[in-house]
């Protein structure tokens, strides 16, 4: 079967640096997205990964080994409005997206 | 219209009626999906669209339909409602899947209740 795994909930330091982790395993492999959904709204596109190596995008930096099944996402200078569920989902072979189902992530002063 | 749009925003449904969740978008993308949210699990697919006049089914089809007559509009049916059907219900649009990074972008969602 396919599976995306993610932590549940993770709880950071505003100003602090956090990563959140995501492992899939998926009949084949198109590409890796993540996404930001604030409570109550829209996910929202963060990142996308289809080959190994770190992508990064301001604050926000994302990470792949294909031969691991890995990626994690990377939040510098944590801001309160950082606080919200991240998305890791992966292409597979017939280019579906197969979801994780998010880590929330709170946000400490 | 700037991207893509839901309506109802929120839903209150007796068991058993018939309920057709609208979605445009005009972004002239050819792929169109619907994915239920529930709490505790990742985004589901329901039914997709990758181009008008086709529709296919995701993971969770049963209890669902979909038509896609043109490029904007992908409206889903509940044909008879049960209480399972009460969740979170997301819109999104894309580039044709297989091109490049297809990222999806999403409608503010439907909060349907089914009593």
């Known amino acids: 079967g396919q599976n995306i795994d993610q932590p549940t909930e993770m709880t950071a330091t505003e100003g602090a640096i956090v990563q959140i982790n995501c492992t899939y395993q998926t009949s084949g492999f198109n590409g890796l997205f993540w996404y930001q959904q604030h409570a109550g709204e829209a996910p929202t596109f963060l990142s996308y990964n289809v080959l190994d190596g770190l992508e990064e995008k301001g604050r926000f930096s994302s990470f792949l080994s294909r031969s691991k099944g890995y990626s994690y996402l990377l939040l510098k200078e944590l801001q309160m409005k950082d606080s919200a569920s991240y998305l890791c989902a992966v292409t597979d072979s017939n280019y579906q997206l197969i979801w994780g189902a998010g880590t929330k992530l709170i946000i400490k002063p | 219209i700037a991207g893509i749009t839901q309506a109802p925003t929120s839903q209150i449904l007796a068991a058993g009626r018939r309920m057709t969740l609208r979605c445009t978008q005009d972004?002239?993308?050819?792929?169109m999906y619907w994915y239920r949210q529930d709490l505790g699990l990742g985004l589901r697919l329901i039914h997709y669209s990758n181009t008008a006049g086709t529709t296919g089914k995701g993971e969770v089809p049963d209890g669902y339909s979909v038509s896609r007559a043109n490029t904007d509009d992908f409206p889903l049916t509940l044909a008879s409602a049960v209480p399972s059907q009460t969740s979170v219900y997301f819109c999104a649009s894309s580039h044709l899947p297989g091109l490049g990074g297809n990222e999806q972008f999403f409608g503010p969602g439907t909060r349907l209740t089914v009593l």
């Open positions: 972004m002239r993308h050819n792929a």
